[in-house]
């Protein structure tokens, strides 16, 4: 099986010139590889996640392009043809690439949960985007509240904003 650097790499080239998209991936890599680790989860569903956190926002650059914009849905319907190109040419095994680009297409569906792997996604983003977006203490409790479900994503975001409990 190729590495996460493999990955890597190829998202960054498929994101060239975009220091803030290649930026935010990489830190949502972090996270998911940290709380991934945390909750124990295998090394197989691990890789998986952490190729699916890579390759999370791939739709974006193909919704802009096409829309003019780059929502959620538009993310996920336009994700997953590109991530599985993407994963495929790094030489990823089918169900690895399959899990990682159902991930890719659920990563803004909140409700239902389709297994650990994609909790851990969702709170990954998260912790991202509520720092890249400034937002207020109000959100940030509430995301922490009404999103996070695992113990090393509520920790993390507990220790990042100074949430008291």
Known sequence: MNTIQDVLQAMILYDA?????IQHFIKVHSFARIIGTAEGLDDKTLFTLESAAVIHDIGIKKAEAQFGR?????Q?????PEAEALLHSCGLPEDTVQRACWLCAHHHTYHPIGGIDHQILIEAD?????????ESEQT??????NIFRTNSGKTLCRELFGIKE
């Not at 998260?126 to 400034?134: A, D, K, R, T």
């Open 76 to 80: 996920e319907k336009l994700g997953p």
């Open 17 to 21: 010139g975009d220091p803030a998209r």
């Open 70 to 74: 780059c929502d959620g849905p538009l």
């Open 140 to 145: 940030i409790y509430a995301a922490y509240r």
């Open 126 to 134: 998260f912790l991202v985007n509520l720092y890249e977006g400034g």
